[in-house]
C-alpha cells in the first residue's frame, strides 16, 4: 500500500526554521509531482509549494523567498526549508504527491498525514 509520512513538525519561534520531510513508501513504480499544503484553523487547505521530477518549483506568493522545496527522488522524498517563520504560517502541512504504483499504468493522487507547525512565541 503506497502511502506518504510525514516529520519535522513542531513549536518555533518567529524568526526560525523548520524543515519538512515527506517520504514515499510500498509499491511505487514512479513519481511525479511532489509537494506541501497547509491548513490553519478555520480556514481551506492552501498550496504550499510543489516541485516536480525534474526539479521545478511553484510557490505560493505568501512562502517566496523564505521556503525552498527539494526532492530527493532516488529516496521517493520531498523536503520543505522553511526560514523566517511567521505566526500566520501555522497550520497542518500536508505532502502531496501524484504517484504510479507498480501495477497500474495510471497516476493516482496521495495525500500525508499532516505535520503541525505553530510559530509563536
Known amino acids: 500500500q503506497v502511502q506518504l509520512v510525514e516529520s519535522g513538525g513542531g513549536l518555533v519561534q518567529p524568526g526560525g526554521s523548520l524543515r519538512l520531510s515527506c517520504t514515499a513508501s510500498?509499491?511505487?513504480?514512479?513519481?511525479?509531482?511532489m509537494g506541501w499544503y497547509r491548513q490553519a484553523p478555520g480556514k481551506q487547505r492552501e498550496l504550499v509549494a510543489t516541485?516536480?521530477?525534474?526539479?521545478?518549483?511553484n510557490y505560493a506568493d505568501s512562502v517566496k523567498g523564505r521556503f525552498t522545496a527539494s526532492r530527493a527522488n532516488a529516496e521517493n522524498t520531498v523536503y520543505l526549508q522553511m526560514n523566517s517563520l511567521k505566526p500566520e504560517d501555522t497550520a497542518v502541512y500536508y505532502c502531496?504527491?501524484?504517484?504510479?504504483?507498480?501495477?497500474?499504468?495510471?497516476?493516482?493522487?496521495?495525500w500525508g498525514q499532516g505535520t503541525q507547525v505553530t510559530v509563536s512565541s
Open positions: 510500498g509499491p511505487i513504480r514512479s513519481i511525479n509531482a
Open positions: 502531496n504527491a501524484d504517484i504510479r504504483g507498480l501495477f497500474t499504468n495510471l497516476y493516482r493522487n496521495y
Open positions: 516541485i516536480t521530477s525534474g526539479g521545478s518549483t
